[in-house]
Each structure stands twice: as C-alpha cells, then as structure tokens.
C-alpha cells in the first residue's frame, strides 16, 4: 500500500532554467601527496580536480603534467604551461629537501607523510584568490594567508617550527605567491572556458525503485536508485500526493574532501605497508651476538673488536 501511495516525483537537473544555477561556484583543486620513507626515498604523487572531474595527472619521475581532458591544456600556449609545470616541479624538489633536513628538529620519523592542498574558486565568473593547506599525517600542519605561512592550533611547536623556517625561504614563498594569485586563478578561468561546451551538457538520469524489509513490521523500505546523470548533484525528493515526503534521507554528491580521502587514505595505508616491511627486514638482518663459538675456527674469522 505504501508503495502504491509514495510516488517519484522528479529529478532536477542543475544548470537549468534558473540563472541561480549557472553562478554556482567551481573549484579547481591541486592535490600532492610527498611520501618520505627513508633519508633517500621520496615520492611524489600528484593530481588536479575540477570540483569532482580529475582533469590533470602529474609524472612523478619527469615533473611533467598528465591531461585527462581533451580541454585539460585551457588556453594556455605551450611556454605558458611549461612555466607553471616548472613553477610546481621545483616546489616538489625544495620542500621534500626541507623536511629531509630537520628530521630531528622537527620531531619528524620515517615513514610519513605531507599532504598539499592548492586551490581557488570561482564566483561569477571571476577567480578568486587561491588558498594553500599542507598535513602532517592527515592533520593540519600550516596554511599559506595572505603573504605568509600561518602555523596550524593542532600543530603544536612542530607547526611553529616548520612555519618559522618556510617564511625565511623566500624563493619557496615567491612560488607559492606565484601558483596561488597568478597561475590557479587563470587555470581555473581557462578550463571553465576551454571546457565550456563539456562541462555544460547535461544527461538525463535513469531513476528505478527497489524494496527491502523496514524495521517497521508489515512495511517495505523504498530506495530510489540514480544513475547516468550529469553534472553533479542532482536533487531527488519523494511525494504523498502534493507533498514532500518527510523522514525519507536525501542523496548527497560526494565532497571534495571525500575525493581528497579516497586519494590520501590508500597512500596512507600503503606507506603503513612499507614501514612494517622495512622494519621486518630491518630485524631479520641485524647481526645476532647471542651465541659465541668457544673456539675460533681459522677459515671462519669471526667479528674482530
């Protein structure tokens, strides 16, 4: 009977017929992860959003961008994104160099890892200025205002530390004024212009029902399934007859922190990995002095003092 009364009542596509719709906000998201294992074992990984399409990839070998979209490149000439591929190589280089060099005054220990976030949003069709966040194992560390390095509450002295030396690091502070007033604001602008024609096209979603046992006996729990459909979000509500109906959950679009989680916590688990395996060989291969031989053999000399 429930099922016969509750009925779908539409699908709303963004990007319609309000002019509302068309000033929503875009983000354009850099995201770099710098895994350090040992004093001379570092990598990079790399990779840019716009709000949830991935649009660029980055080589962590050559430095050298990946574009997924066929507009990923914008509007930019060649020279012009050699300068900015430039620009975020020799960051990756500088600040890695950095944490290597005040492991021990940075109370820092092998493995870990340093999460970047860079970005910048668009309203009404201007760029705002871009914004810089780094991490410490997933908890703030630092975060780049205005024209200087502001340490993190949850830092501690470590984020203290580190903010007091990256100020005095004026060719790492002129790049990073560089990447965030100049470079990501005009990124931004170019792939929304070079991307128009794909990132305003819209699909219609396929919508369907499926029933399941409701902790409520002698009731079926309805899920309303939607797929194919874009841009991202869509808005989906259930209808009694010309009302909503209350106490059913609203699909939400994933977040742009959910997207930074499924990038960071894989990397996360995989430095986790790679530490327990070092440490394993680490003690299989440690010298065992436990056991001398009374005697020494001559064809078997044995560790001298």
């Known amino acids: 009977m429930l099922f016969l009364q509750l009925v779908l009542l539409a699908v709303l596509l963004p990007g319609g017929d309000s002019e509302d719709d068309s000033q929503e906000p875009i983000s354009f998201r850099i995201i770099l992860t710098t895994s350090f294992y040992s004093s001379s074992s570092t990598q990079n990984q790399g990779s840019a959003w716009l709000d949830e399409l991935q649009t660029h990839g980055w080589n962590n070998k050559t430095g050298a961008f990946r574009y997924l979209q066929p507009w990923s490149k914008g509007n930019f000439s060649n ?98 004024r560089k990447l965030l007033n100049d470079s990501c604001p005009r990124i931004l602008l170019s792939l929304l212009d070079a991307g128009k024609a794909d990132l305003q096209r819209q699909v219609r979603p396929e919508a369907w029902l499926s029933a399941r046992p409701s902790p409520v006996p002698g009731c079926l729990q309805l899920v309303c ?81």
Not at 83 to 91: A, H, M, P, S
Not at 119 to 138: I, K, R, T, V
């Open 79 to 176: 020279e012009e994104l050699l300068e900015v591929q430039n620009l975020f190589y020799t960051y990756t280089i500088r600040s890695p160099s950095t944490f290597h060099n005040h492991i021990r005054d940075w109370q820092l220990e092998y493995p870990f890892q340093i999460q970047l976030v860079l970005g910048c949003d668009s309203h009404f069709g201007e760029a705002s200025a871009g914004f810089l966040q780094l991490a410490y194992q997933g908890s703030d560390l630092l975060s780049f205002q205005n024209t200087s390095w502001r340490p993190s509450p949850e830092g501690g002295s470590r984020a203290q530390k580190v903010c007091s030396l990256f100020n005095q690091d004026h060719v790492s502070h002129e790049i990073v």
């Open 225 to 305: 399934h939607v797929s194919g459909f874009y841009p991202k979000p869509v808005w989906v509500m259930w209808m009694r007859g010309e009302q909503e109906e209350t106490g059913s959950q609203r699909e939400r679009p994933p977040s742009m922190g959910l997207v930074f989680l499924v990038v960071i916590v894989p990397l996360v688990l995989l430095v986790g990995l790679a530490w327990w395996l070092w440490k394993r060989w680490k003690a299989h291969w440690r010298p065992q002095c436990t056991d001398f031989p009374s005697e020494r053999d001559p064809s078997h000399p044995g560790p001298r003092t």
